[in-house]
């Protein structure tokens, strides 16, 4: 009976979720589709934000790897930019940023039961460096983009801490040969998963539920030969590292090769990994509005263990469209396997999708919303080991920004994230009510 009313009360405390984020983005479509009937007219420009990705979900996998350049809304960094930098080649680039929130968070913990809030802030200097096409992505370029980001409680400082996120990415073309990398290190002390596009804490730590601390460092390679104007041939290298620095499973490695093979190693006593993938892809760029792209397929699992090998299905997507001046939308979903950093012996397929959308009114005012959803299904990975925990993870996250002058940009944002698990222990949810002021340079 327990188990019954259970699964109940997370379907009826699901359903309503939904309804309330349906009924948010129904608001904002609606906006969008009421300032269609304004004149155009030219917005001032600022320097262009950090777009490298799209999306990140739990235990923070390498990003769609979409074979173009992706401009997303930067949740952290108010109103974004009109204005690209130049694709000429051997061209010195560099942007400065500085962000400020201040936040009230009703579960700092994210605990089930003891429920803890505080306010604090967010001191979030940027930096970019880079050379050749930064931002359009079309020819040979490298760019450095850092964020260290101070966070200071108000009841609570000795929680406070600092995150540091660091992305690294290149490109060189030959005449039908395009090589292409990038590197991420994000040091982290908190319960989220931040990423450059994301310190708000849209993307929570499920796994562990907790703050923790975690270095993540990903790496991905990638080598494209154009034989036809449409037809390809790729190669791949993946390499991800998660590194807890506390009482969980420290270390996990997981490498790909041709994204057809890998292997994935795990501290004991949990056991190593091989797996198989066998994929199909796509690469659809309709026109100049819509880029979309897709890898979907199965993967073959085998564990060094007693337990039998495991098939399971896996894709990646990733888009970006602008259907109307002033407005973009993007979209990230994946499903992938990774080891459980709280529990021995037990993998997750973890299954997300990410919306996001950006409206500009009246030239000065931008509209935000980023919608989330994730599934995390745990599984054995010896014999033995009974693996029950299901995770049903939401975030919704309205914003409004003002662009003030050229530089300087200020808004207000609000996040509702909520974690629906078959263990009650990590269940969760937390509200955030944040301000955020951003100058450029």
């Not at 379907?11 to 309804?19: E, F, N, Q, T």
């Not at 984020?21 to 589709?33: E, N």
């Not at 990003?63 to 109103?79: F, M």
């Not at 966070?151 to 660091?166: A, C, G, N, R």
């Given at each position: 009976m327990?188990?019954?009313?259970?699964?109940?009360?997370?379907?009826?405390?699901g359903?309503?979720?939904v309804a309330?984020?349906?009924?948010?983005?129904?608001?904002?479509?609606a906006?969008?589709?009421?300032?269609?009937?304004?004149?155009?007219?030219?917005?001032e420009?600022?320097p262009?934000?950090?777009?490298?990705?799209?999306?990140?979900t739990?235990?923070?996998?390498?990003?769609?790897?979409?074979p173009?350049?992706v401009?997303?809304?930067?949740?952290?960094?108010?109103?974004?930019?009109?204005e690209?930098y130049?694709?000429?080649p051997?061209?010195f680039h560099?942007s400065?940023?500085?962000?400020?929130r201040?936040?009230?968070?009703?579960?700092i913990?994210?605990?089930?039961?003891?429920?803890?809030?505080?306010?604090y802030?967010?001191i979030?200097?940027?930096i970019?460096?880079?050379?050749?096409d930064?931002?359009?992505?079309?020819?040979?370029?490298?760019?450095?983009?850092?964020?260290?980001s101070?966070?200071?409680?108000?009841?609570?400082?000795?929680?406070?801490d600092?995150?540091?996120?660091v992305?690294?990415?290149?490109?060189?073309?030959?005449?039908?040969?395009?090589?292409?990398?990038?590197?991420d290190v994000?040091?982290?002390?908190?319960?989220?998963?931040?990423?450059?596009?994301?310190?708000?804490?849209?993307?929570?730590?499920i796994d562990?539920s907790?703050r923790?601390?975690l270095?993540?460092?990903?790496?991905?390679?990638r080598?494209?030969?154009?034989?036809?104007?449409?037809?390809?041939l790729?190669g791949?290298?993946?390499?991800?590292i998660?590194?807890?620095?506390n009482?969980?499973?420290?270390?996990?490695?997981?490498?790909?090769?041709g994204?057809?093979?890998?292997?994935?190693n795990?501290d004991?006593p949990?056991?190593?990994?091989t797996?198989e993938?066998?994929n199909?892809?796509?690469?659809?760029?309709?026109?100049?509005?819509?880029?979309?792209y897709?890898?979907t397929?199965i993967?073959?699992?085998q564990?060094?263990?007693?337990r039998?090998e495991?098939?399971?299905p896996v894709?990646?997507l990733?888009?970006?469209w602008?259907?109307f001046?002033?407005?973009?939308?993007?979209?990230?979903?994946?499903r992938?396997?990774f080891?459980?950093?709280?529990f021995?012996a037990?993998d997750?397929?973890?299954?997300?999708?990410?919306?996001?959308?950006?409206?500009r009114?009246?030239?000065?005012?931008?509209l935000?919303?980023s919608?989330?959803?994730?599934?995390?299904?745990y599984?054995?990975?010896?014999?033995?080991?009974?693996?029950?925990r299901?995770?049903?993870?939401?975030?919704?996250?309205?914003?409004v920004?003002?662009?003030i002058?050229?530089?300087?940009?200020?808004?207000?944002?609000?996040?509702h994230?909520?974690?629906?698990?078959?263990?009650?222990?990590?269940?969760?949810y937390?509200?955030?009510?944040?301000?955020?002021?951003?100058?450029?340079f």
């Amino acid at each position: 009976m327990r188990v019954k009313s259970l699964c109940i009360s997370r379907d009826s405390r699901g359903a309503g979720l939904v309804a309330r984020m349906a009924l948010v983005a129904g608001g904002f479509i609606a906006c969008t589709l009421i300032v269609q009937a304004q004149d155009t007219v030219q917005e001032e420009p600022l320097p262009s934000s950090t777009d490298y990705t799209v999306a990140q979900t739990n235990a923070a996998p390498p990003p769609p790897s979409l074979p173009y350049g992706v401009d997303t809304y930067n949740s952290k960094g108010g109103a974004p930019s009109s204005e690209g930098y130049s694709a000429e080649p051997r061209r010195f680039h560099y942007s400065l940023r500085l962000t400020v929130r201040g936040v009230w968070d009703d579960n700092i913990f994210l605990s089930n039961t003891d429920r803890v809030s505080d306010y604090y802030f967010a001191i979030e200097p940027a930096i970019m460096i880079g050379f050749g096409d930064v931002e359009g992505r079309g020819g040979d370029y490298i760019r450095l983009d850092y964020m260290p980001s101070i966070i200071l409680f108000v009841d609570h400082s000795d929680e406070d801490d600092v995150d540091h996120l660091v992305h690294v990415e290149g490109q060189h073309r030959f005449s039908r040969l395009t090589l292409w990398f990038s590197q991420d290190v994000d040091i982290l002390n908190n319960a989220n998963l931040n990423s450059l596009i994301d310190t708000t804490g849209q993307q929570a730590n499920i796994d562990v539920s907790a703050r923790t601390q975690l270095n993540l460092y990903v790496t991905r390679l990638r080598a494209n030969y154009e034989l036809t104007g449409k037809l390809f041939l790729t190669g791949e290298f993946d390499a991800s590292i998660y590194d807890y620095r506390n009482d969980f499973i420290n270390s996990k490695v997981t490498v790909g090769i041709g994204g057809t093979a890998g292997y994935t190693n795990v501290d004991d006593p949990n056991p190593d990994q091989t797996f198989e993938q066998v994929n199909v892809r796509l690469n659809y760029q309709a026109t100049g509005k819509l880029n979309f792209y897709a890898s979907t397929g199965i993967e073959f699992r085998q564990f060094d263990g007693n337990r039998s090998e495991r098939t399971s299905p896996v894709f990646e997507l990733g888009g970006i469209w602008h259907p109307f001046d002033g407005t973009t939308v993007t979209l990230a979903g994946s499903r992938n396997m990774f080891p459980s950093g709280f529990f021995p012996a037990q993998d997750f397929a973890a299954t997300n999708i990410v919306l996001r959308i950006q409206q500009r009114l009246l030239q000065r005012v931008y509209l935000g919303l980023s919608a989330g959803y994730e599934n995390a299904d745990y599984f054995a990975t010896d014999s033995g080991v009974s693996a029950t925990r299901n995770d049903d993870y939401y975030f919704v996250e309205p914003s409004v920004d003002v662009l003030i002058t050229r530089f300087w940009s200020a808004g207000v944002y609000y996040l509702h994230r909520e974690d629906f698990s078959s263990i009650d222990s990590f269940s969760f949810y937390d509200n955030q009510v944040g301000v955020r002021t951003t100058i450029r340079f």
